[in-house]
């Protein structure tokens, strides 16, 4: 089976052919950063017009390298939800446009799954159950896998995403858009026994995260210390060690609560390089496998939206002939496979 993959939830337009059994053939990622930039977060129309803009194009180019044609795709995917309901509404018409006019059944993929199902890309592809850590700009989870569909949130962020937290403290130490990797990078020269920050919620049980707090603790520090070079990359320094600290506290904790000993970690902040240096050494102490999508699949994309796709298809599943999109749309309300 050949699935094309098209992922438009926010500010990326990815495109992916994606073969059942030679892989992913071919894909491409358009990033809207310049586009957003000036304004210091997404504008919705402005995404929900440059996809419009965009998506063709990036397919024609897929195609053309994958030396594929129309008839040789058996099925289309979409990011359904999650996401801005404009810029989902691009893919979706545009996957459905082309599915009546080829002839090929679509599906409309939940974006979460898509960053679940984004490891299986990868030669050493972890086999359920494990457990998945969901971080992005929009989401924080912490989710036990079952299998396709299968799914139990074991805890989530009760406020800010951890990506948006790193956004918001990046813009407080005026640094651009988007404020993830500026502030991973102004990090690398900050001295990190300065300052300590609080590993929210990880004095009390349970598995939910918070990092409102600390994004206000990062804001009072600022405000109380001398506004030097050297001061922002210490509390760039500081904030990191203490998000770090806090998803591998809860990391810990949930694979000892379900006795697994295979983690995947997905969605954006996975490329944090100081986040992936604390989970490999969490999972040596505990004897467990981490696994993680190739940077350029940690952020959304078209491969990872054909992936989940392939697999719902193969299994029989089809959209009907309505096009329906959900900005808001809960992991728990998938069906198995």
Not at 257 to 285: E, F, H, K, M, P
């Amino acid at each position: 089976m050949l699935v094309l993959g098209i992922e438009t939830s926010c500010d990326e337009t990815g495109i992916a052919l994606l073969d059942a059994r030679r892989g992913l053939l071919a894909h491409a990622l358009h990033s809207q950063v310049a586009l957003h930039a000036g304004y210091g977060g997404v504008v919705p129309e402005l995404a929900s017009r440059d996809h419009i803009r965009k998506t063709l194009p990036l397919l024609r180019r897929v195609l053309e390298e994958a030396s594929v044609t129309a008839t040789d795709i058996d099925g289309i995917a979409y990011t359904a939800g999650p996401g801005l309901v404009g810029a989902l509404l691009v893919g979706a018409s545009i996957a459905h446009s082309l599915a009546w006019a080829w002839g090929t059944p679509t599906l409309g993929v939940h974006h979460m799954e898509g960053h679940l199902m984004a490891p299986l890309l990868e030669r050493a592809a972890p086999a359920p159950p494990f457990v998945a850590l969901l971080v992005s700009g929009g989401h924080t989870l912490l989710v036990e896998v079952a299998g396709l569909g299968r799914y139990r949130v074991l805890g989530e962020s009760l406020d800010d995403a951890v990506g948006e937290a790193f956004d918001k403290t990046a813009k407080l130490l005026g640094l651009p858009y988007p404020g993830g990797p500026a502030l991973a990078r102004l990090a690398e020269r900050g001295d990190p026994h300065r300052f300590r920050f609080p590993r929210p919620m990880t004095d009390r049980p349970g598995l939910d995260f918070s990092f409102s707090g600390l994004k206000t603790f990062a804001i009072n520090t600022f405000h109380n210390e001398p506004e030097d070079e050297q001061t922002r990359a210490d509390i760039a320094r500081a904030f990191e060690d203490a998000v770090v600290d806090t998803l591998a506290i809860k990391s810990r904790r949930a694979l000892r609560a379900t006795g697994l000993r295979r983690l995947v970690v997905a969605g954006g902040v996975g490329a944090n390089q100081r986040l992936r240096q604390g989970l490999r050494a969490l999972a040596q102490t505990l004897g467990a496998q981490v696994f993680y999508p190739r940077p350029e699949f940690c952020t959304d994309n078209g491969a990872m939206i054909a992936q989940a796709g392939l697999l719902r298809l193969a299994a029989g599943q089809r959209d009907g002939l309505g096009i329906e999109v959900r900005a808001r749309w809960a992991l728990t309300e998938l069906g198995p496979v």
